[in-house]
């Protein structure tokens, strides 16, 4: 296949098992990894080592470095006041018990050759920002558990890389009495220019950003450019330090508190959507078929080994004397999903050992994507279920945020929470918030566009959100902050005027608000002005013998349909003047006192 033709393939493969992925709820790495094998074993379509070249290792290499760099910027100081231990622990302690652990496990039981062996287990101890983010995102886990996850895979997967090019050195170029000491001296020098170059180039570039010397539309590229030179520099200066250097930039610039930060970690997010897709499609097409057929019972027992035996041991002896419920380590020792950069480094590293006669050195690719695909399969499709069982999904998991504690807002929430529905009122002035607090509402308390409110564990489980404060421009800020996490047709404002042509040059653009909400368009001062008249609200739900248009054709004309709730107590905000309704629902609408 002609390589253009490969790389369309391959890209438009990747995308749109992403939007089944979320079409489907299932975890997109499965699709990917599925993907991968018919465009290359299966079908031969897509052959990368033929279409791409000698160059193919080196494009994979820059991949893996930006997809860091982002893991590494979305990594907040903060989050390690509630998981720092437990994450210093596991990505200490916790990569040595796990390379010992594994390369028993790939000897006794994989009946690979100790040099083989080692180097397995350095491989894989890396978890991976490329599997476990997406993994975490449909997951819901509480934020001091996905925290866990989420630092161990971004900050092992250079250190295991690191580990294993340690490893990979000692058996091929390092003689044994003389090995050892060369493999530490190696690791120290590895972290001392990590810091030094990673760290420096992204406290030089953020001061850069600081003092406006570069322009906003450059900010992007740029910071794209410059952790490709760190790679590349670190890579220079010591092989193999680079993801590492890449990791430590992205840290350092995500908590430098820039003012562009959101913007660059949005386009940074959607460049690693497109390079994960890229690569998980690409390796899995790497694969030979006969790499397939080399799989045997040892290899099979090797990853029963590491999936019950070594991921759960090496958990609880990381985390023992450490005070962590048993329900994280069971969860946490159970997930450890592999992905891209275990798969690039067992393709890297193979050739050579098998060159070199190491013993089963033939069998390293297959016991790696082996082990990646089991992991991906059964942690990605098990994480939710687990969490759920174990009750450690995010608090709130479905919340329905309404910003802004008026009268009005706050009588809607009461009701709302009557509906079973779970809402929490936000506001700055904790007297306004009182009423809801005396009615049993959950509140927040403080600016809801602060870093407070990013780190409050209360706000983790938003997925709908109504901004309906007096301020329309703050309205729509606040909308605007939102959509980016929970999506811009979940983020809802009250209307700026009743009358659509009123001043509509003055009014602020469609595309920087949310969704107008309710059935027809109302203003903030309307609602508050019709609830001090004694309009209350009105709960109907749907039956069999009366149907949602039954219920809407008995409404008042002045009447405001607000929502629609589902019996699980899911909320839909009314944004059309006809509403879908079935059965189970429950219409809640804004009536005049005669009807209530």
């Not at 031969?44 to 279409?51: E, I, L």
């Not at 860091?68 to 990569?95: D, I, M, P, Y």
């Not at 159970?334 to 992905?339: C, E, F, S, T």
């Not at 629609?564 to 006192?593: C, H, I, M, Q, Y």
Request: proline share 4%; aromatic share 8%.
């Amino acid at each position: 296949m002609e390589l253009s033709l490969a790389l369309v393939v391959i890209l438009v493969s990747g995308i749109l098992c992403q939007w089944l992925a979320w079409r489907l709820k299932i975890p997109a790495i499965v699709l990917l990894a599925t993907a991968g094998l018919i465009l290359g074993p299966i079908s031969g379509w897509v052959k990368p080592a033929v279409d791409f070249g000698p160059s193919l290792n080196a494009v994979i290499q820059l991949f893996v470095a930006v997809i860091l760099f982002e893991g590494g910027l979305n990594l907040q100081l903060h989050e390690l006041r509630e998981a720092g231990r437990v994450v210093r622990r596991l990505t200490s302690v916790g990569v040595v018990v796990a390379w010992v652990l594994g390369s028993v496990a790939a000897h006794f039981v994989g009946g690979l050759g100790w040099p083989v062996a080692l180097l397995l287990g350095a491989i894989l101890v890396v978890t991976g920002p490329t599997v476990i983010m997406p993994l975490l995102k449909h997951a819901n886990l509480n934020r001091r558990t996905a925290s866990y996850l989420k630092w161990e895979g971004i900050i092992n997967d250079p250190l295991g890389v690191m580990l294993a090019v340690i490893v990979y050195q000692y058996f091929l170029y390092s003689g044994e009495a003389t090995g050892l000491g060369h493999a530490l001296y190696t690791l120290a020098e590895a972290i001392v220019i990590a810091v030094l170059v990673g760290g420096g180039g992204g406290y030089l570039l953020g001061f850069a950003f600081r003092r406006s010397w570069v322009p906003e539309y450059l900010k992007a590229p740029m910071i794209i450019a410059v952790a490709l030179g760190v790679y590349a520099l670190s890579h220079l200066v010591l092989h193999e330090s680079g993801l590492l250097a890449v990791t430590v930039m992205g840290v350092v610039m995500g908590n430098m508190g820039l003012r562009s930060i959101e913007e660059m970690r949005r386009f940074k997010e959607y460049i690693t959507i497109i390079l994960v897709s890229f690569l998980f499609v690409i390796l899995t097409a790497s694969l030979e078929p006969r790499v397939l057929t080399e799989i045997n019972w040892q290899l099979i027992a090797m990853l029963l080994a590491f999936l019950f035996v070594v991921r759960p041991l090496t958990v609880w002896i990381s985390t023992a004397r450490i005070n962590m419920p048993w329900q994280e380590r069971l969860l946490v020792g159970w997930i450890a999903p592999r992905g891209v950069v275990a798969a690039a480094s067992a393709g890297a590293f193979a050739p050579a050992m098998i060159e070199a006669g190491y013993e089963g050195a033939e069998l390293l690719v297959p016991a790696v994507f082996l082990v990646i695909f089991a992991t991906v399969i059964l942690h990605g499709f098990s994480l939710g279920p687990l969490a759920s069982r174990l009750r450690l999904r995010a608090e709130g998991s479905g919340r329905v945020l309404i910003v802004g504690a008026s009268p009005w807002s706050v009588e809607l929430a009461k009701v709302l929470k009557e509906l079973k529905v779970d809402v929490m009122l936000a506001d700055t002035d904790w007297a306004r918030l009182r009423p809801a607090r005396q009615q049993g509402v959950p509140t927040w308390y403080g600016e809801i566009l602060s870093e407070r409110a990013e780190e409050a564990l209360e706000l983790d489980g938003v997925k709908v959100m109504l901004a309906a404060t007096g301020n329309v421009a703050y309205n729509s800020m606040v909308c605007n902050h939102f959509a980016s996490e929970i999506g811009r047709n979940r983020v809802y404002q009250l209307t700026d005027s009743e009358n659509s042509e009123e001043n509509e040059r003055r009014r602020v653009s469609h595309v920087r608000r949310g969704v107008s909400v309710f059935s027809r368009k109302v203003t903030f001062g309307t609602l508050w002005n019709n609830l001090i008249r004694d309009w209350r609200f009105q709960k109907t739900r749907v039956t069999e013998e009366y149907s949602g248009d039954d219920i809407i054709m008995q409404l008042p004309d002045d009447a405001i349909m607000v929502a629609v709730v589902d019996k699980e107590g899911r909320l839909n905000w009314v944004a059309k003047e006809n509403p879908s309704l079935k059965v189970g629902d429950t219409l809640l609408s804004f009536v005049p006192p005669a009807q209530s």
